[in-house]
């Protein structure tokens, strides 16, 4: 077979993965769905993607190679900022923590804001992050 008759790019019915004609060899077109736009995963994304490169590589491969990696960072960072938003909220009224506090006392308000951030970062971090 010529140069001519091959096609310069084909998708395997069998496993759908798409095929590039270098000379005279067809190459998979694997590209990793992660590092099309970086700039869109927030700070749990980021972190997600750097637990699964360090710990769970098998997981990471079958994410990457099934092209879902990309849209599981982006749900769990999705997932990981409302779920902070809602208990960082929820945690501040159980604790009667209010905007009169912080206008008459800003440095406690500061302190036990950071308190609740740190247990509800360490919530997300054990239920989302790093399982």
């Known amino acids: 077979m010529e140069n001519e008759e091959l096609k310069e790019r084909f998708i395997d019915g069998k496993n759908g993965i798409e095929y590039i004609?270098?000379?005279?060899y067809y190459?998979?077109?694997?590209?990793?769905?992660?590092?099309?736009?970086?700039?869109e995963l927030g700070k749990y994304g980021k972190l997600r993607l750097r637990y699964l490169l360090e710990h769970k590589k098998s997981e990471y491969t079958c994410l990457w190679l099934d092209n879902?990696?990309?849209?599981?960072?982006?749900?769990i960072d999705?997932?990981?900022?409302?779920?902070?938003?809602?208990?960082?909220?929820?945690l501040a009224k159980q604790e009667n923590i209010t905007e009169e506090l912080k206008a008459t006392n800003q440095m406690e308000?500061?302190?036990?804001?950071n308190n609740i951030k740190n247990r509800v970062e360490e919530i997300i971090f054990k239920e989302l992050i790093y399982v």
């Not at 308000?109 to 804001?113: L, P």
């Open 68 to 75: 879902k990696l990309r849209s599981h960072l982006l749900e």
């Open 78 to 90: 999705k997932t990981a900022t409302e779920r902070f938003d809602l208990l960082m909220k929820q």
């Open 109 to 113: 308000w500061v302190g036990r804001m």
């Open 27 to 39: 190459f998979p077109n694997l590209v990793d769905s992660a590092s099309i736009n970086k700039s």
């Open 21 to 24: 004609r270098k000379g005279n």
